[in-house]
């Protein structure tokens, strides 16, 4: 337990009550935290999901530029796609879907109820509205690195298409 309880000008029971909103807003806030990495774990399964149809296509027309005489520019296109889909799709999975601590909803109840330590309830229950307000703040980190790399992601698997057509086109210009 760090730092110490400063006393407010505030009457008794409008302290009392303001630490119990606070309480009930911190636990919501938290709790609507970790709904929305839920929220952002299954738009990464869904992208991963069209990542991988995408990928598979583009390797199914791909593979052929291990035919002999089958290196057409969209053959080659479509092989550099594949290989963009696929990398796209580990990124995918690295930055938004690897499993990451999520802060608890509540503390341990061992870390709360400590009849030694020479604080009264209230400060104990101040002291946790601070943890509160940290898991929220963790939570927060988590949810905003995972829902800018779901939007990297996103952007990469749109650049796929350009990448092919630039791929392509400058496959045919060589050939001449």
Known sequence: MTGAVVSSPMEPDDQLKMLELAEKAGYDNLRDRRTTADVLAKEANAWLS????????????????????????????????????????ALT?????????????YNEPANIYQPDLPYTGRQMREFELKNIQ?????????????ARWLNIVRWLTICVVPAFVTIAAGVACCRG
Do not use: H
């Open 93 to 105: 999975v690295w930055k938004c879907m690897m499993i990451r601590p999520l802060p608890a909803l």
């Open 50 to 89: 069209l990542l991988i149809l995408a990928a598979g296509g583009s390797f199914a027309y791909g593979v052929r530029i291990l035919e002999p005489g089958a290196t057409s520019p969209v053959v080659i296109g479509a092989a550099v796609a594949s290989v963009w889909l696929v990398a796209t799709s």
């Open 134 to 146: 940290q898991r929220i703040e963790d939570a927060t980190r988590r949810n905003d690195s995972v």
